[in-house]
């Protein structure tokens, strides 16, 4: 079994056996596995397999979606996507026409810290960072999503 493919199946276990409600709290429980994997890398794993936070009489948490397969989503925005550009202030994601919005859900769902927001419009992604100090970092991190396999 490769690394990528023993972590995300640790992740998964970990999802579903635990209330985990942060990264910070899956990257201790990795640890403990022995696993030691970034923030990024984590965001990536959550993307790729289809981990959302939900709601539970608990409160929230980390679920495997059951009506989206992560790793078909994130090749279909890879092919959605057609360029990605900067610069001070903003990052801008050129998409094939009517795919921003579903682009800009999907950048939401990577919880990328440095990140504040987006807009999705009919071909045009609009990403607000926190800080102007971040834009390169969220531009290589969405490269990443998109063109990586770690």
Excluded at 14 to 20: A, C, G, N, S, W
Excluded at 32 to 40: G, R, S
Excluded at 104 to 124: Q, V
């Amino acid at each position: 079994m490769t690394t990528k493919l023993r972590r995300q199946s640790k992740i998964k276990e970990l999802v579903q056996k635990h209330q985990i409600a942060s990264h910070e709290e899956l990257l201790e429980y990795l640890a403990k596995e022995d696993i030691e994997i970034t923030q990024a890398t984590l965001s990536r794993d959550f993307a790729a397999m289809g981990i959302i936070k939900t709601i539970t009489e608990k409160g929230m948490k980390y679920s495997v979606s059951a009506d989206e397969t992560g790793r078909d989503i994130v090749k279909i925005i890879g092919f959605e996507v057609l360029g990605i550009e900067h610069n001070e202030s903003v990052v801008m994601i050129r998409t094939l026409a009517g795919r921003a919005q579903g682009v800009a859900h999907f950048i939401d769902r990577t919880h990328i810290p440095e990140i504040m927001g987006t807009l999705g419009g009919d071909d045009t992604v609009l990403i607000i960072p926190k800080s102007v100090k971040d834009i390169k970092k969220i531009v290589q991190q969405i490269g990443n999503y998109l063109t990586e396999d770690t």
